[in-house]
């Protein structure tokens, strides 16, 4: 069998078609569970499609945008969505920058100090949120160190309880979830700035807040873009904190983001059509993040 | 003289020196915020309720109660459901891995080492299902597991898991530095394709195999969304879905949800602890794979 196998002439190209042998895997897959899924997606937000109907689903245009568009609980769970979005973008943004940056400077226990924080990160979404629904029990802990901070006693911050203050509580979760995970992104950034770079610098007399602002800071570019866009799609997919949150009691209304919304149109109301509406506008917010982090990335290239 | 060269330096020194303190107890604090939840977790995993929602709270039990994790795994009708869903998500998350990792190499290596025609065209294609997140997918791709009966089955959840983009990127990159030459070798010699890849590609991307695995095996570990369409009997879930449930049954108390917690944590706290190296590098290579 290995003699046969020996084609002498164009020995290149016959073994260059082994290359579709070997990705056939993939286009059969990425068609059925990818290219198909959100062609059908689109599909099914221009009919009238049920759950659990056998009558075949009639074209309707897009007026399933427009009763999606003019529905206040769409707007609402985008504004839940944004508002998210940016409540945590901000305290993950700054912390895990500050983090890397100090953990950078230290000589000793970078790896212990990165593996504590991101520890977190490790659970669960659902585990995580569980743990921090105990927290925020009336009697826990939560109230208990609110009170100790805000020199207030016996005080009940209604931490899952009033509208705003869950939107605070979902907040804090993913915050103290996923802030390691992203000082870790910004260590490997800051560690591939060239050390001659950092240097010369020092040898020309930059003092330490000099080299951060001029030199670190500029040169970290790349990842600061990466790591914000990161975040935002993170955000924008947040699921599991809101379900458990609700699933518990908390307010549906106060948290109800477009994924949580996408999930009860779907298998609650079994309204396909406008699930799918919400879902391909997800998709659209997420595909623009992505644009505008290439067009980033791109200038930060065409810079250098 | 010396006392006019060495003030500044020594002011210097001592600036620094106060700089480096206020850093070690500024990320000292920020390391003990973090943890203490966990550590709540811990604790509280073996309290009576009264306890855990006792303030001021007491970080190490004073009455243990170590039927917590009993009773969290017999569940509030001692059916033992909990024990099956873990078994279930230990099967699954195994599987997806495997076979993320397999199918993410066979085609990273046809990616990397053959310049077919439409090659470039392939591997954009699967880049960009990238940008697709899973909840604009997931009612059609529900749509397609019910057509293909794989409701309650082991094999709806994996299916839709097979491989992703992601892997394929990262078996690709890997790849590309594989020597050329060595493959050259073995096809002079007569080695059948199949058998190069088996052989030699396959025995060697353990590093990217291991980064691929765990990345894999803690996401497919962290899946609700998915189970909580696909498993309609209690005893096909996975742990995720199982916890959701647990929470909202009436008569589950505090000190058991966490020990729910904690035992749906040890699997992957256990990689952590053995592979840190894998998780840490391997969160900056999916990072720069959504580059």
Same mark, same amino acid.
């Given at each position: 069998?290995?003699?046969?196998?020996?084609?002498?002439?164009?020995?290149?190209?016959?073994h260059?078609?082994?290359g579709?042998?070997f990705?056939?895997p993939?286009?059969?897959?990425?068609?059925?569970f990818s290219f198909?899924?959100?062609?059908?997606a689109?599909?099914?937000?221009?009919?009238?499609?049920?759950?659990?109907s056998?009558?075949?689903p009639?074209?309707?245009?897009?007026?399933?945008?427009?009763?999606?568009?003019?529905?206040s609980?769409f707007?609402?769970?985008?504004?839940?969505?944004?508002?998210?979005?940016?409540?945590?973008?901000?305290?993950?943004?700054?912390?895990?920058?500050a983090?890397?940056?100090?953990?950078?400077s230290?000589?000793?226990?970078?790896r212990?100090l990165?593996?504590?924080?991101?520890?977190?990160?490790?659970?669960?979404s659902?585990?995580?949120?569980?743990i921090?629904l105990?927290i925020f029990?009336?009697?826990?802990l939560a109230n208990?160190?609110?009170?100790?901070?805000?020199g207030?006693?016996?005080?009940?911050?209604?931490?899952?309880?009033?509208t705003?203050?869950?939107?605070?509580?979902?907040?804090?979760?993913?915050?103290?979830?996923?802030?390691?995970y992203?000082t870790?992104?910004?260590?490997?950034?800051i560690?591939k700035?060239?050390a001659?770079?950092?240097?010369?610098? $020092?040898i020309?007399?930059?003092?330490?807040?000099?080299r951060m602002?001029?030199?670190?800071?500029?040169?970290?570019?790349?990842t600061?873009?990466?790591v914000?866009?990161? $975040?935002?799609i993170?955000?924008?997919?947040?699921?599991?904190t809101?379900y458990l949150?609700?699933q518990?009691?908390?307010?549906?209304?106060?948290?109800?983001?477009?994924?949580?919304n996408?999930?009860?149109?779907?298998f609650?109301?079994?309204?396909l059509?406008?699930?799918?509406?919400?879902?391909?506008?997800?998709?659209i917010?997420?595909l623009?993040?992505?644009?505008?982090?290439?067009?980033?990335?791109r200038g930060?290239e065409e810079?250098? | 003289?010396s006392?006019?060269?060495a003030?500044?330096v020594?002011?210097?020194?001592?600036s620094?020196a106060?700089?480096?303190v206020?850093?070690?107890?500024?990320l000292?604090?920020?390391?003990?915020?973090?943890?203490?939840?966990?550590?709540f977790?811990?604790?509280a995993?073996?309290?009576?309720?009264?306890?855990?929602?006792? &303030?001021?709270?007491?970080?190490i039990?004073?009455?243990?109660?170590?039927?917590?994790?009993?009773?969290a795994?017999?569940?509030?009708d001692?059916?033992?459901?909990?024990l099956r869903?873990?078994?279930n998500s230990?099967?699954?998350?195994?599987?997806?891995?495997?076979?993320?990792?397999?199918l993410?190499?066979?085609?990273g290596y046809?990616?990397?080492?053959f310049k077919?025609?439409?090659?470039?065209v392939?591997? &954009?294609?699967?880049?960009a299902t990238m940008m697709?997140?899973?909840?604009?997918?997931?009612?059609?791709?529900y749509?397609i597991?019910v057509?293909?009966?794989?409701q309650?089955s082991?094999?709806g959840?994996?299916v839709?898991?097979?491989m992703n983009a992601?892997?394929?990127?990262? &078996?690709?990159?890997?790849?590309?530095g594989?020597p050329t030459?060595m493959?050259e070798?073995? !096809?002079?010699?007569?080695?059948?394709?199949?058998?190069i890849f088996?052989?030699?590609?396959?025995?060697?991307?353990?590093?990217a195999?291991? *980064?691929?695995?765990?990345? *894999?095996? !803690?996401?497919?570990w962290?899946?609700?969304f998915?189970?909580?369409?696909?498993?309609?009997?209690?005893?096909m879930?996975?742990?995720?879905?199982?916890?959701?449930?647990f929470?909202?049954?009436?008569?589950s108390?505090?000190? *058991?949800?966490?020990?729910?917690?904690?035992?749906?944590?040890i699997?992957?706290f256990?990689?952590?602890? *053995?592979?840190?190296?894998y998780f840490?590098?391997?969160?900056a290579?999916?990072g720069?794979?959504k580059?």
């Amino acid at each position: 069998m290995k003699r046969a196998r020996k084609t002498r002439p164009s020995l290149e190209a016959a073994h260059d078609k082994w290359g579709w042998f070997f990705v056939a895997p993939a286009i059969l897959y990425f068609s059925i569970f990818s290219f198909y899924p959100i062609l059908y997606a689109f599909w099914m937000s221009l009919t009238n499609k049920k759950l659990l109907s056998l009558k075949p689903p009639t074209f309707v245009g897009f007026a399933n945008y427009q009763k999606v568009l003019s529905s206040s609980d769409f707007w609402d769970s985008l504004k839940n969505t944004l508002e998210f979005t940016v409540g945590a973008f901000v305290p993950l943004f700054i912390l895990s920058l500050a983090f890397a940056l100090l953990i950078s400077s230290r000589k000793r226990f970078q790896r212990a100090l990165q593996m504590a924080l991101y520890s977190p990160a490790v659970l669960s979404s659902v585990v995580a949120a569980l743990i921090w629904l105990i927290i925020f029990d009336p009697r826990g802990l939560a109230n208990a160190a609110a009170n100790a901070l805000m020199g207030t006693s016996g005080k009940d911050y209604m931490w899952l309880s009033s509208t705003s203050m869950v939107k605070v509580s979902t907040v804090i979760v993913y915050v103290w979830k996923y802030v390691g995970y992203f000082t870790i992104l910004f260590v490997t950034g800051i560690g591939k700035i060239p050390a001659s770079v950092v240097e010369a610098s $020092i040898i020309d007399g930059a003092n330490a807040r000099q080299r951060m602002l001029r030199i670190t800071l500029p040169l970290l570019r790349p990842t600061t873009v990466l790591v914000s866009v990161m $975040i935002l799609i993170f955000c924008l997919k947040t699921f599991s904190t809101q379900y458990l949150f609700t699933q518990k009691g908390a307010s549906l209304r106060a948290v109800n983001v477009v994924t949580l919304n996408i999930y009860q149109t779907a298998f609650r109301d079994q309204n396909l059509p406008q699930a799918g509406v919400m879902s391909i506008l997800l998709f659209i917010l997420m595909l623009v993040l992505s644009y505008a982090q290439l067009r980033a990335s791109r200038g930060e290239e065409e810079q250098l | 003289m010396s006392s006019i060269a060495a003030s500044p330096v020594a002011r210097r020194s001592s600036s620094a020196a106060i700089t480096s303190v206020l850093a070690w107890v500024a990320l000292a604090a920020a390391c003990l915020v973090v943890i203490m939840p966990l550590v709540f977790m811990a604790g509280a995993s073996l309290m009576p309720p009264s306890e855990v929602l006792s &303030m001021p709270y007491r970080w190490i039990p004073k009455e243990w109660k170590p039927a917590n994790y009993a009773l969290a795994l017999a569940g509030n009708d001692g059916n033992w459901l909990f024990l099956r869903n873990i078994l279930n998500s230990l099967i699954v998350a195994s599987t997806v891995s495997a076979t993320t990792v397999g199918l993410s190499a066979l085609v990273g290596y046809g990616l990397a080492k053959f310049k077919f025609k439409g090659r470039n065209v392939v591997f &954009m294609g699967i880049m960009a299902t990238m940008m697709i997140p899973f909840e604009t997918v997931m009612i059609p791709i529900y749509l397609i597991a019910v057509g293909m009966h794989l409701q309650d089955s082991y094999q709806g959840f994996i299916v839709p898991f097979l491989m992703n983009a992601f892997g394929v990127f990262l &078996m690709r990159q890997y790849l590309l530095g594989f020597p050329t030459e060595m493959l050259e070798a073995a !096809r002079i010699d007569g080695c059948s394709e199949p058998r190069i890849f088996r052989e030699m590609v396959f025995k060697n991307i353990g590093p990217a195999a291991a *980064t691929l695995a765990i990345i *894999t095996f !803690r996401q497919q570990w962290d899946n609700l969304f998915w189970p909580l369409l696909i498993a309609r009997r209690e005893e096909m879930k996975t742990i995720p879905a199982y916890i959701v449930k647990f929470v909202a049954e009436k008569n589950s108390d505090e000190g *058991t949800m966490m020990a729910v917690a904690a035992i749906a944590s040890i699997p992957v706290f256990f990689l952590f602890f *053995t592979l840190s190296k894998y998780f840490i590098g391997g969160s900056a290579v999916y990072g720069a794979g959504k580059e």
